[in-house]
């Protein structure tokens, strides 16, 4: 799926109350998924290239996501796989050389 209608669908889904005071990848739930949505915005506007600092965060939050999803209930598990998916797309973005 293209980043553009992951990011769009994970917006669109919103933030479920049960993240509250959750830790993912060492960062408070709600900061990490403003930093990854800021991520993806930068990216989308060209003004953002993600280097190898970037991409092993990603890749530590990708991890942690997996591991959050695969213990979490609904909607916890929901929302670690959503934005799993919008992590892996900039990732993938990354390594296909869009810009």
Request: glycine share 4%.
């Amino acid at each position: 799926m293209q980043l553009t209608s992951l990011w769009r669908q994970h917006l669109d889904a919103g933030y479920p109350s049960e993240l509250k005071g959750v830790e993912i990848a060492g960062m408070d739930a709600r900061s990490l998924d403003a930093e990854i949505t800021s991520c993806v915005c930068a990216l989308m506007a060209h003004t953002l290239t993600v280097d190898e600092r970037i991409e092993r965060r990603l890749a530590e939050v990708s991890l942690d996501l997996t591991r959050r999803q695969v213990q979490a209930e609904p909607p916890v598990a929901e929302y670690c796989a959503r934005l799993n998916r919008l992590v892996s797309a900039v990732l993938t973005h990354n390594r296909v050389g869009h810009s």
